[in-house]
Antibody
Framework: EVQLVQSGAEVKKPGESLKISCEGS????????IGWVRQMPGKGLEWMGS????????RYSPSFQGQVTISADKSISTAYLQWSSLKASDTAMYYC????????????WGQGTLVTVSS | QSALTQPASVSGSPGQSITISCTGT?????????VSWYQQHPGKAPKLMIY???NRPSGVSNRFSGSKSGNTASLTISGLQTEDEADYYC??????????FGGGTKLTVL
């Protein structure tokens, strides 16, 4: 059974750094893209970017380029999303998802990681 | 890249059919047959319902169907059931090799 298990909820202060994770199991982690999707409170879905764990090829949405870093450690089947300096506007639910074909669509999703940034 | 345009809400009665539209441009919806639809219940992760315009993943009811004409894609749900009440999002691959989502549509089953 394909599963993506994300790390737990985080509460941070503005300016702090953060790295959240997404561990894949039940399939060959290195041969499927993993995407990250943001959902701000009460709002829609936004594609942030995707990574191919096999060679760490990474693509970013122009809206998120330079704002976050996506990485992966294929030895432990885990993808990451990190911020170097959080802002209050980063408060959102973040989902990882497996790309069915490249990052054109996502067939399996993690349960989501809620990130709250507040002073 | 602007979000794809969806109606904010649609509604229907059990047993009826509804259609949700998703309008983009020739650089996304109109340019590729890579439109997908997701269902999201409150507090849950999205679920892939349709990919590549009209294909259903295994396990998705055949009451859900997708189509496309020009720059507009559509999701049709026939034989509405109460459990279909959810938010629905379209997405499309783009000419910039990115992925763009629609703003979402809230489906109410009256």
């Amino acid at each position: 059974e394909v599963q993506l298990v994300q790390s737990g909820a985080e509460v941070k202060k503005p300016g702090e750094s953060l790295k959240i994770s997404c561990e894949g199991s039940g399939y060959t982690f290195t041969i499927s893209w993993i995407g990250w999707v943001r959902q701000m409170p009460g709002k829609g879905l936004e594609w942030m970017g995707s990574i191919y764990p096999g060679d760490s090829d990474t693509r970013y949405s122009p809206s998120f380029q330079g704002q976050v870093t996506i990485s992966a450690d294929k030895s432990i089947s885990t993808a990451y999303l990190q911020w170097s300096s959080l802002k209050a506007s980063d408060t959102a639910m973040y989902y990882c998802a497996r790309g069915r074909v490249f990052w054109r669509d996502f067939d399996y999703w993690g349960q989501g990681t809620l990130v709250t940034v507040s002073s | 890249q602007s979000a794809l345009t969806q109606p904010a809400s649609v509604s229907g009665s059990p047993g009826q059919s509804i259609t949700i539209s998703c309008t983009g441009t020739s650089s996304d919806v109109g340019g590729y047959n890579y439109v997908s639809w997701y269902q999201q219940h409150p507090g849950k992760a999205p679920k892939l319902m349709i990919y590549d315009v009209f294909n259903r993943p295994s396990g998705v009811s055949n009451r859900f169907s997708g189509s496309k004409s020009g720059n507009t894609a559509s999701l049709t749900i026939s034989g509405l059931q109460t459990e279909d009440e959810a938010d629905y999002y379209c997405s499309s691959y783009t000419s910039s090799s990115t992925l763009v989502f629609g703003g979402g549509t809230k489906l109410t089953v009256l």
